[in-house]
Structures are given as C-alpha cells and as structure tokens.
C-alpha cells in the first residue's frame, strides 16, 4: 500500500473512532481537552520535535524542552488552574487528604537547597506541578470515571494506529536505533522503544477494564461494536505493537497488570486484597531466596543477567560519592562532572538510572524513597477501599480494579526504568489513582440513575 493511502486510511479510521465516540450519552467538557493534550504529548513526542524545530540530544534536554515546549507546557498548566478556580475545589482540604503525596512534593521542593544546581531543580521542581493540576480536571469532573475513560480513549485511537502507521509506512519516523546496542527498533510516534512499550502497557490494561465493564460489570446496555469490538481490535494493534517493540519490562508490567486485574475479579480477594498481596510478597522473597526466581524471569524473557548492561550501570552510579541520606537534590545526579563522567564511560550517553528506585535514591536519598513508598502505600489504601465499596462490579469497583493493575505494573516497570519522576506519562497516571478527591464518591453517586440525571447539574456546579 502507498504511504500516501495508508496516511489518509489511518486518518478516516480515526475520524470514525471520534465520530463514534461524541455521539455516546456521556458529554465530555471542554476542560478535558486539556489533560488529553498533555498526555498526547507526553505520549508521543514533544512539539517542538513534531514540528522538526530541532531534536533533544537527551532525556534531560527533553525535560528541560526549547522554549516553544516550555511555553506549551506551561500555557496547559494555566488554563487548568483556570479551571480548577472555576470549580472551587478547597485547596486546604485536598492538601490534608493527601499528605503523604504533599509531604513529598514539599521535600523534593526542600531538596532544592544542598541541589549543586539549585536553579535547574527549581525550575524541574515547579513543571511537576502541571501533572497534579492536569490530573484534577479529570478527578473534578461530573462524571469522573467515564472522564477519565474519555481521556484514555482519546490518546489510545490517536497514539496506537498512528504508530502502526510509522512503523510500516513512515520509517523515518516509526523506527531508530537502540541506545543500548545500535540495533534498529520501533518506536512508533515515540522517541524510542521504551516509550512506545510503557504507552502499550498503559493502554493494554485500559482496554482490559473497558471489555471486562461489557463483561463482569452492571451489564448495561450498549453498543456490541463500541463496548466489545472496537477494545478487542485495539488489544490486538496493541499486542502488534508489542511484538515490534520487543520491549520486556513492558511486557511484563502488562501480564502482572492483568494478572491482578482478572484476580480482582473475585470477591475473596477483593475483601482481603491486603492479606493476599502480603502473602504473595512473602512467596515471592521465599522463591528468590531459594531459586533466584528473579534471574529466571530475566532468562524466560530473553534478556542476558545485565539487562542489557543496566546492573552494571546501577553499580557504577551507586559508587558516584553517595549521598545515601538525602542524594544530591531533586533531579540534580544527571547533571555537571557526573554527568560527563557518566558520558565518557558509556557510548550510549545515559541520562537515568532506568531504575525508578534507584533514580529516587541518587536524587532524594533514603528519605525520598521513604516518601515515594508511602505515596505508593497511601494509593493503594485508597484503591482497597474503592475495591470494598460494593460487593458487586459498579463502576467504581471496576475502576478500582483497573487502578488496582495499573499499580502492579507501575511498581514492575520501575524495576528497569525511572518513572517515578514528573513530566512521565506513566506518572501523571499514577496520580489519577493516588490522588484523593474526597468529592469523587459523591459525583459518582450523582451521575447515577438514583442521584441527578445526566443532563442535570448539581447544586455545586450550578453554583460554578
């Protein structure tokens, strides 16, 4: 097929998908549009590279963008503070039902000060603060769950066959060169493999939620094509992808994701979701003690015992004059002498760890990664409590479920890259999860056939 004709199929393929999708009974806001371009971008490349107006040499260069990505970035965090003024979300009451998320945004911030760079933490420091505000649109909508499932479908019928798209009929686009060993790979409207590989995982599980609301859900009724066909097509471009990515940490997050996703399906496990993870936590140390399960996995999934050179890296950074307290400030190891020392032992320029837990710790020390696990903790607690919200599969359970597999693969996909950081998409999806919105309950219960009719407004947004 000509490109040309490929380009305008894929086109008219996702102009069906979004015609199909605003003509549903939920309407999304306006105010969506935001958090769907964040994440496009965020998922795909920045705009500045769209536009060809020059190309990042590293992922630090990334993260700091041109000015044209800046100002994006930064116009996108305005128009949601626009929006959350608008909504008169109570600041103070947010803070304090999320104190371990805020205790830790506000050490990252305190880190600033023994940073060797202070200015460049800073400005790092404050482009996080888009991920939360982006994320709160969602949380604050009417309907916040099929918000978010808005969202999710929006970058997934853009991200997933425009990648197909490249990688087949625009290679100059869809493909490159490992960094690791200069082998050609695919990355689809990503910058590299991994980035194509963690999009894949977040979507496979979307698709997995969405089918299993067909289901194991209420059984509403609807459309076979929208609620059936269409996530069963997209799981199958996704398991594509993943073939042509090759990516394994990916990989695997999406089979642990699903794994405890089709266990929460039963009501046992739901009840004590608890007490089965740390049984599980227990069998897997005991294995590892006993059989080196985790060097097994390594083998079953075709990687050699470095993982392509990545323990070796994580000796050579941890040896760096530690800092084991308190690490070198928020975002501070990757810059300067380390920097180039790091670039002058390594053909392939590293500029992380690809180790989430790792990373924290030559950032923000042993009390960063203290935060970091009572983030993690706190957004399961609130997860186990959506999940015993109702012993059958409302909507709210099934979301917890969902958020319940995407933390599992989230803390899997640490374990070979750093995605504990801010301007990450698998991040800012983490605080959709973690982040408490003690109204969320609420409108849910709204948005329900017992509460206000779906072309109704409650009190509160009358009010807005």
């Known amino acids: 097929m000509p490109p040309a004709l490929a380009l305008v199929l894929t086109f008219l ?32 490349r920045s705009v500045s590279q769209w536009l060809s107006l020059g190309t990042p040499i590293s992922a630090g260069d990334i993260e700091e963008g041109s000015p044209l990505d800046r100002t994006v970035f930064f116009a996108l965090i305005i128009a949601g503070l626009i929006v959350l003024w608008q909504r008169r979300i109570s600041w103070s009451q947010l803070f ?34 888009g991920d939360p505000i982006i994320m709160l649109i969602i949380l604050t909508e009417r309907e916040p769950i099929k918000a978010a499932q808005f969202v999710f479908k929006i970058w997934i019928y853009i991200l997933i066959p425009f990648s197909i798209l490249f990688i087949k009929y625009f290679p100059h686009l869809g493909r490159g060169f490992s960094e690791w060993t200069g082998a050609a790979v695919n ?15 977040a979507s496979g599980l979307f ?20 609620d059936v066909g269409i996530p069963i097509f997209f799981l199958g ?28 399906g039963l009501r046992n496990v739901r009840a004590h979701v608890g007490s089965y993870l740390s049984a599980g936590i227990l069998t897997l140390l005991i294995m590892q003690a006993a059989f080196d399960i985790t060097g097994a996995l390594i083998e079953g999934t075709g990687r050699d015992a470095t993982l392509t050179g990545r323990t070796e890296l994580w000796e ?17 190891f990757w810059l300067g002498d380390r920097l180039k020392v790091l670039h002058e032992m390594y053909a392939f320029k590293p500029n992380q760890a690809h180790n989430g837990y790792i990373e924290t710790y030559l950032n923000l020390g042993w009390v960063g990664l203290f935060f970091v696990a009572w983030v993690i903790v706190s957004c399961f607690v609130k997860l186990r409590k959506m999940l015993a919200s109702d012993p059958g599969m409302t909507e709210l359970v099934l979301f917890g479920r969902f958020g319940m597999a995407f933390l599992a693969a989230f803390v899997v996909y640490n374990y070979t890259e750093a995605a504990f950081k801010s301007l990450h998409f698998l991040f800012v999806i983490f605080l959709l999860f973690t982040i408490k919105y003690s109204e969320l309950q609420q409108r849910i219960a709204q948005s329900s056939p017992a509460g206000f009719p779906r072309d109704a ?6 009010r807005v």
């Open 316 to 332: 050579v950074v941890l040896s760096m004059d530690p800092r084991p307290i308190l690490g070198y400030g928020f975002e501070s």
């Open 96 to 129: 304090k039902n999320n104190i371990a998320l805020a205790l830790f945004v506000l050490y990252c911030g305190i880190s600033i000060v023994w940073s060797d760079f202070p200015f460049v933490s800073f400005k790092r420091w404050t482009k996080g603060f």
């Open 237 to 264: 471009m996704v398991g594509w992808l993943l073939f042509m990515a090759n990516s394994k940490t990916s990989l695997m997050g999406l089979i642990v994701g699903i794994l405890v996703y089709v266990g929460l």
């Open 187 to 201: 990355t689809g409207v990503t910058t590299n493999k991994n980035l194509l590989g963690f999009i894949l995982m």
């Open 13 to 44: 393929f996702v102009a069906y998908l979004f015609r199909r999708e605003f003509r549903q009974d939920y309407a999304p806001t306006l105010a969506l549009s935001i958090p769907c371009i964040y994440l496009l971008i965020l998922g795909s």
């Open 457 to 462: 407004q409650s009190p509160q947004e009358q």
């Open 207 to 226: 698709l997995v939620w969405r089918l299993s609301e067909k289901w194991g859900g209420e059984r509403k009724p609807g459309k076979w094509i929208d």
